[in-house]
Structures are given as C-alpha cells and as structure tokens.
Antibody
Framework: QVQLQESGPGLVKPSGTLSLTCAVS?????????WGWVRQSPGKGLEWIGE???????HYNAALKSRVTMSLDTSKNHFSLRLNSVTAADTAIYYC?????????????WGQGILVTVSS | DVVMTQTPLSSPVTLGQPASISCRSS???????????LSWVQQRPGQPPRLLIY???NRFSGVPDRFSGSGAGTDFTLKISRVEADDVGIYYC?????????FGQGTKVDIK
C-alpha cells in the first residue's frame, strides 16, 4: 500500500518561500504515476497546484505557475513543492497525492496534509 | 478553467435513506480520447480526500457498492443508496479532462 507523508515548515513569512516535501513509501516514484500537490483553503476549497513526473516533466496550474516549482529526488523517493512570494492567500492545508493517467486520470492516494500558515 | 458546480451544498440525510449529489461542469468533460474524466472524492472530518469514483461510474478499490456514479457530458450525479454513519463528510466532484484539474465546491452530507 502506497503511503505519502508531507513535511515542512508550518509557518512562512509573507514574501518568503514555502517549501514542502512528500515522502513516498510502499512504492517507487520512478513509475507510471505522476506526483502532485493540491491545497485546501477555506476561501477557495480544493485547488490543484500541479504535478511532476519522474522524468522531470511538470504540469502547473496557470494561476500559480509563475511562483511554483516541483521536483523529485529519486534517491530519497520523495518529491517537493516550492512556492515563492507567498501571501496570506497561500495559507492552506497542502496535500501531496499520486496521479494516474492512461485510462484513468485520477488522484488515488493522498497524504494526510500539512497546514501552512503565512504570517509575520 | 472548467468550473464545477455542485448542488446541494448541504444534504442532511436519515440513516438508511438515499442521498444524491449533482455536479455540473461549465464545459463538456469528454476528453479527446473519448473518455470522460469525472471523479468523486470523499473527505471525512479531519481526513484527507479519498477517491470514491473515477470516469463517471467506476468505483475505486475498496469502495462499497452503495456508492454509484452516473452522468455524461456536463451533468453528473453521485448516489449513496443507503447512508451510513461512516458516510458523513464532504463530497467533491473533480474533473481531470482539462488542465488545470478543478474541483466542485463540495457537498456536506450529515445525519439528520
């Protein structure tokens, strides 16, 4: 059974950079899956941020694209999210999730989520 | 972006009775490959989302058969045949036909 676990600072200062990591266990990130991020804030509900493939290919939400970078570390079997120039509007629970394309196009496994607050 | 609109936003249900949630997309969700990538996810209180249904009507592994999905094009429905206490939570539709993937605003199901 695949498990995903987010980690990172729970508090980030305005204009700073949010950096999160998602550790994957029970399966390799070098696989046919994409590895993505979704956030949940009271004001905007669930918002898909983007995803990364083990080749390094990415898809980003255009609304965040100028501020987002996703990457993987295959040696540690984890993937990461960086969001720069954060504001209070970026305060949310951030989830990492596994995505499968082909005949499916779904998010089948999710991490527990990590609350990130943007505040001075 | 494709806008997903769910109704109702809240659905109080008696245990053992059915529940139904509608989801409408602002554009057709038929992909160029002919598939329709509409999913339903459940979020129990304090938990992350959990995949229930994919491609309109396919139950994900381990999902009870009291959950069913239907629809086509821009109109979709999730039905719970007999609501159990374990079903309390917020249900979201999600489209994965077009980037960015987008979610409905959620429907809260609770027990009367």
């Amino acid at each position: 059974q695949v498990q995903l676990q987010e980690s990172g600072p729970g508090l980030v200062k305005p204009s700073g950079t949010l950096s999160l990591t998602c550790a994957v266990s029970g399966g390799s990130i070098i696989s046919s899956y994409w590895w993505g991020w979704v956030r949940q804030s009271p004001g905007k509900g669930l918002e898909w941020i983007g995803e990364v493939y083990h080749s390094g290919s990415t898809h980003y939400n255009a609304a965040l694209k100028s501020r987002v970078t996703m990457s993987l570390d295959t040696s540690k079997n984890h993937f990461s999210l960086r969001l720069n120039s954060v504001t209070a509007a970026d305060t949310a629970i951030y989830y990492c999730a596994r995505a499968l394309y082909g005949d499916y196009h779904y998010l089948d496994y999710w991490g527990q989520g990590i609350l990130v607050t943007v505040s001075s | 972006d494709v806008v997903m609109t769910q109704t109702p936003l809240s659905s109080p249900v008696t245990l053992g009775q059915p529940a139904s949630i509608s989801c409408r997309s602002s554009q057709s969700l038929v992909h160029s490959d002919g598939n329709t990538y509409l999913s339903w996810v459940q979020q129990r209180p304090g938990q992350p989302p959990r995949l229930l249904i994919y491609k309109i009507s396919n139950r994900f592994s381990g999902v009870p058969d009291r959950f069913s999905g239907s629809g086509a094009g821009t109109d979709f429905t999730l039905k719970i045949s007999r609501v159990e206490a374990d079903d309390v939570g917020i249900y979201y539709c999600m489209q994965a036909t077009q980037y960015p993937w987008t979610f409905g605003q959620g429907t809260k199901v609770d027990i009367k």
